[in-house]
């Protein structure tokens, strides 16, 4: 197993201009909170692909991936859920004036992996994290199962209020 960097130093590398080099680091993940809930991740720390190469005027082009997988609730049911996540995240970073080609990770050549690792995660999750991707969730009427209650699960509908007048009405 690659040695555990929650950052790295660049620097070290003392790459040259249009000089790379592909790293496998062991990064730390902390639990997520989404949509209100904890989620752990599995494993706490994943090996991770670092590409990084030297652009010209001093700056980096760099590429993280990773593959991780979260437990916690199903969104839908409430059942445990563990989705997978491939993670593939690029940054730039170039000194100078302008302020886009600056990378958040990266200050005095040291870069913050755990930090941009946490953040590609959060990144790259699916809108909903679910049990399984055809979960049915829970009935709002009862909040049962619908995953485990069939298709022979329903409920007589309410009469909407704001017929009911036409109710009162008698023929004769």
């Excluded at 706490?44 to 990084?52: F, K, M, Q, R, S």
């Excluded at 100078?96 to 959060?122: I, K, Q």
């Excluded at 790259?124 to 022979?152: F, K, M, W």
């Amino acid at each position: 197993m690659p040695a555990r960097t929650d950052s790295f130093d660049l620097g070290r590398l003392r790459l040259t201009s249009g000089e790379g080099r592909r790293l496998v680091l062991e990064v730390g993940l902390d639990p997520l909170q989404f949509g209100g809930e904890t989620y752990a991740i599995t494993p706490e720390a994943v090996a991770a692909t670092l590409d990084i190469s030297r652009t010209t005027h001093n700056g980096f082009a760099l590429r993280l991936r990773f593959d991780a997988s979260l437990r916690g609730p199903c969104m839908r049911c409430l059942e445990p859920a563990r989705p997978a996540v491939c993670v593939d995240s690029r940054e730039v970073d170039q000194p100078g004036d302008v302020e886009e080609l600056r990378s958040p990770y990266v200050e005095d050549e040291v870069l913050d992996l755990r930090g941009w690792a946490r953040d590609a995660l959060a990144l790259a999750l699916p809108v909903q994290l679910l049990c399984r991707a055809d979960c049915a969730g829970l009935c709002p009427t009862c909040g049962i199962d619908l995953n485990a209650a069939g298709p022979d699960h329903a409920h007589e509908r309410e009469p909407d209020p704001r017929w009911a007048k036409l109710g009162e009405l008698k023929f004769d």
